[in-house]
C-alpha cells in the first residue's frame, strides 16, 4: 500500500478549511497554517494533523494557498520582513496550487519564482463558495505546466468536481477567474438593487425570492446570496472585503486592455459604499444595506 501523499494548506478561511476536510477524507496527511490558531486546531479535531512547517517541508508534495489577495500569497511563498517563505523549504518538483484571486501577471511572476527553486506552480483559481468547498465540489481554473497538473493531481481530485484545463502556463487561470468576477460581483450588485427596489414598490424579499429564483431575471449568485437578506443574516460566507480587491483586479485587466467595464464600476462602487458604511466584514449580500439606507426602506433582521 502506497504512502499517503502529504499536503499543507496555507489559508483555513471558509474555502480553505473546506479544502482541507476535502483532502483529509481524500486520504492526504494534511497539514493547516492560518494565522488564527484556533483554525488550526480545528482542522486537527477533523482529521488534519498538527505539525511545523519548517518540520514537514520536506516530505510535503503540494501547497495549497488559499488567502485573500496577492500580497499575502506573495508572504507565504517568498516571506516578507517578518517571516521565511515555504517555497524556499520545499523539495524538488513539489507543487504549488494558488487559488486566490490574483492578476494574471502575478500569477505569471510567481510561476518564474516558484521555478528559481524547482518547484512547479499551478495557476488554480477557485469558484464554488464554501459549501462547494467542504463537499469537495468546486469548480477550478487552471493553467500550468504539464508537470504542474499532474503533480497537483491527487489535490485536484479531492477538492473539484470540474478542472478547467486553461492553458500550459499561469495567468490563463487568472485570467479567466477576472472574468468570473466581473460576472458574480456585478450579479451580487443587481440582486440587491433588485430586491431593494422590489420592497419600494410593494415587493416583500421573502416573495422576491421565490418568484424571481423561477424566472429568467435568476442567477447563482441571487439564488445564493438574496436568502440570506431574507433571514437578515449576514454572517460572512464570501465578505463585502472581497469585492473591491476582485473587481479592482478586473478593473485594472480592462484599463490595461482599453476596455470599458461601466457596469462593473457601478459595481465597485456600490462596494467600495458598502466597506465605507463599515459593512466589510459582513456577508456580500449586505451590499443591499447601501441600496436600502439610501431607499429609506428597512430589510428583515
Not at 56 to 68: F, K, P, R, T
Amino acid at each position: 500500500m502506497s504512502e499517503a501523499i502529504k499536503i499543507a494548506v496555507f489559508g483555513l478561511g471558509s474555502m480553505g478549511f473546506g479544502m482541507a476536510e476535502s483532502l483529509v477524507r481524500a486520504g492526504c496527511v494534511t497539514y493547516g497554517y492560518d494565522p488564527v490558531a484556533d483554525l488550526q486546531d480545528r482542522l486537527v479535531t477533523v482529521g488534519g494533523v498538527s505539525a511545523e512547517f519548517a518540520d514537514v517541508a520536506q516530505e510535503v508534495s503540494a501547497v495549497v494557498v488559499v488567502v485573500l489577495n496577492a500580497a499575502q500569497v506573495e508572504s507565504v511563498l517568498f516571506g516578507d520582513s517578518n517571516s521565511v517563505g515555504v517555497v524556499a523549504g520545499l523539495k524538488p518538483g513539489a507543487v504549488v496550487l494558488s487559488c486566490a484571486t490574483v492578476a494574471p501577471m502575478f500569477a505569471k511572476q510567481m510561476q518564474a519564482q516558484c521555478a528559481d527553486h524547482g518547484v512547479l506552480y499551478l495557476d488554480s483559481p477557485i469558484s464554488g463558495g464554501a459549501v462547494k468547498a467542504r463537499m469537495g465540489a468546486l469548480s477550478i481554473m487552471a493553467s500550468g505546466s504539464a508537470e504542474a497538473f499532474n503533480a497537483s493531481r491527487p489535490v485536484l481530485d479531492a477538492i473539484a468536481e470540474k478542472v478547467f484545463v486553461l492553458g500550459d502556463t499561469a495567468g490563463a487561470g487568472s485570467a479567466m477567474k477576472a472574468v468570473n468576477q466581473m460576472l458574480a460581483g456585478v450579479h451580487i450588485a443587481a440582486m440587491a438593487e433588485a430586491l431593494t427596489f422590489g420592497v419600494t414598490q410593494g415587493v416583500e424579499p421573502e416573495t422576491f425570492v421565490e418568484v424571481i429564483t423561477q424566472c429568467a431575471g435568476n442567477s447563482w449568485m441571487l439564488e445564493n446570496r438574496a436568502p440570506h437578506i431574507v433571514a437578515g443574516d449576514y454572517t460572512p460566507h464570501s465578505a463585502v472585503n472581497i469585492w473591491p480587491k476582485d473587481l479592482g483586479i478586473v478593473l485594472d485587466a480592462a484599463q490595461s486592455a482599453g476596455f470599458q467595464a461601466p457596469l462593473t464600476t457601478a459595481a465597485l462602487e456600490q462596494f467600495k459604499a458598502a466597506v465605507d458604511a463599515g459593512l466589510g466584514a459582513e456577508d456580500d449580500a449586505a451590499v443591499a444595506k447601501v441600496y436600502a439606507h439610501a431607499a429609506g426602506i428597512t430589510l428583515p433582521g
